[in-house]
């Protein structure tokens, strides 16, 4: 009996032993390269400015590289470090996964200036090369440069995700959530951010939503954590090459995409170092890797171009200049002012007192505090609109109720585009995302009264530029079956591949 008492409590003794947390875990024997930023390299004058602690800030910096090496070492064999300032493309094709956490240079792009320095043009700066095909995560605002520069749906709606480092929506079924490890995902009842409802795809939320914590701590607290960032939601996840896997806490809407992927990039918008993510977000992150890794080598299909008007966006617009839209944003921009004035005049007390003031408080300080009007919901219609509507509230709604069918892009001199209403698409009634609208174009060519119609059709919305009807022709009636209209791609019928 004593023998059988002592064998228990040395097994007792034995697993009281065994070291708790990520030594447990057997480590994984995937090569990864994770591109940080130099823990002595300077913050720029951007990085000072939207920082609301630059002491923590640089603290944070210092610590941040180490702990993601140390951090992802505990799950995998292999981890080498290098730089932003010296990442080359080619290094990531001798590993697994190159996670990048760092702004990388531009190779191509950006603003062109005259001999006197101003602006007289602006292409997107590119970072990665057509060529890059390596599995990557890319973590918060790099991700959107990077993706923007190469046409993915990553882009830059909005440096402001992880108010409260929350995410939510998230697709619990998705691997990141559930292998190799289990996510346990604990909800926080958290009251749902303001600006979701005032916006057509938050209309109907209820007054909280049920949240999981990402991260210990959010930029909103003032203590210097960075910002993440958010990519634009809509048509995000297509079934194609791209996915939506989690939302998260943000200025720009429900939809907007905290996780997600696109061929072989993964967007983790929130910016938190490892110390800062909660057991759960760890554990997520590791499987996100895991996840990444098979798509070394995918294609990207499907494209975003940057500042694509995607419908939903007209969508949006439709519901902002609504009666109902307009009032929803109204009370929204307006019902903080007081709080905000009382906000502002503390500001200057501070700086009428002598102590110095950090640049994002002294750009708060600059920034004017006004009620507004319903002038204000129609501030981004184009002049043309203003200019023919007026203050007719009812018309701008209706513009866009006769239209929705039949917008399409058109580049202007901003860098952007604006949308246009195809009038041959509507004269014939018919969708311009419908491939109905091509078998029509196709069978015009055979009426001559009616050929320049359908070339303008096939030109504005395919890739192609066939010159003959024999070659449009051959063309449609091999690919038919394969077409899929993309909205990213410029309003696009592209091929998919077989």
């Avoid at 914590?213 to 297509?238: C, I």
């Avoid at 059709?457 to 003959?468: E, I, P, V």
Wanted: charged share 30%.
């Amino acid at each position: 009996m004593k023998n059988s008492l002592h064998k228990i409590l040395l097994i007792i003794i034995m697993i009281a032993l065994v070291p708790t947390g990520y030594s447990q875990t057997q480590k994984s024997n995937l090569k990864i390269l994770y591109v940080g930023t130099n823990p002595d390299k300077p913050l720029t004058d951007r990085e000072k400015r939207i920082t609301n602690n630059l002491e923590r800030k640089v603290a944070l910096r210092k610590s941040r590289t180490n702990d993601f090496k140390n951090f992802i070492g505990q799950y995998f064999n292999s981890v080498t470090v290098v730089y932003g300032d010296e990442f080359k493309e080619e290094m990531a094709s001798d590993y697994d996964v190159t996670i990048i956490d760092a702004y990388l240079k531009h190779f191509e792009g950006g603003y062109t200036k005259d001999k006197n320095g101003k602006v007289t043009g602006y292409t997107t700066r590119k970072f990665l090369t057509e060529n890059y095909n390596a599995a990557t995560i890319m973590i918060g605002e790099p991700s959107a440069y990077i993706g923007e520069g190469r046409d993915l749906k990553i882009d830059h709606l909005c440096l402001c995700l992880d108010a409260h480092a929350h995410a939510h929506g998230m697709k619990l079924d998705h691997p990141i959530f559930n292998t190799p490890n289990k996510v346990s995902v604990a909800y926080e009842t958290i009251e749902t951010p303001a600006n979701y409802k005032a916006r057509y795809g938050g209309r109907n939320l209820a007054k909280t939503m049920q949240m999981w914590r990402v991260q210990t701590e959010g930029y909103t607290e003032g203590k210097g954590m960075p910002v993440g960032l958010v990519s634009t939601g809509y048509a995000f996840d297509n079934g194609i090459d791209a996915e939506w896997i989690s939302g998260g806490n943000n200025s720009k809407g429900v939809e907007a995409t905290a996780i997600g992927r696109h061929a072989n990039f993964l967007h983790w918008g929130f910016a938190a170092a490892p110390e800062y993510l909660t057991e759960s977000a760890k554990l997520a992150f590791i499987n996100a890797i895991h996840y990444i890794a098979p798509f070394k080598g995918t294609k990207q299909i499907t494209k975003k171009i940057k500042r694509m008007p995607l419908r939903e966006y007209l969508r949006e617009s439709q519901w902002t200049v609504s009666d109902e839209g307009s009032a929803a944003w109204l009370h929204y921009v307006n019902k903080d002012l007081d709080k905000r004035r009382e906000n502002k005049a503390k500001l200057q007390e501070k700086k009428d007192a002598g102590e110095e003031l950090s640049q994002l408080e002294n750009m708060m300080l600059r920034m004017p505090i006004e009620k507004h009007t319903r002038i204000w919901t129609i501030r981004h219609e184009p002049q043309k609109l203003k200019d023919k509507f007026g203050e007719n509230w009812a018309m701008y709604e209706n513009y866009y109720i006769e239209n929705m069918d039949y917008f399409y892009p058109i580049p202007n001199e901003r860098y952007t585009y604006w949308s246009d209403v195809d009038e041959d698409a509507k004269s014939l009634g018919i969708a311009n995302n419908d491939i109905k609208l091509l078998d029509k174009a196709i069978t015009m060519l055979k009426d001559k009264s009616k050929k320049e119609m359908a070339y303008r059709l096939l030109l504005r919305y395919t890739k192609q530029d066939f010159k003959t009807d024999k070659e449009w022709i051959k063309w449609f009636k091999k690919n038919r079956k394969s077409l899929y209209f993309s909205e990213g791609d410029g309003y696009k019928f592209i091929v998919l591949p077989n």
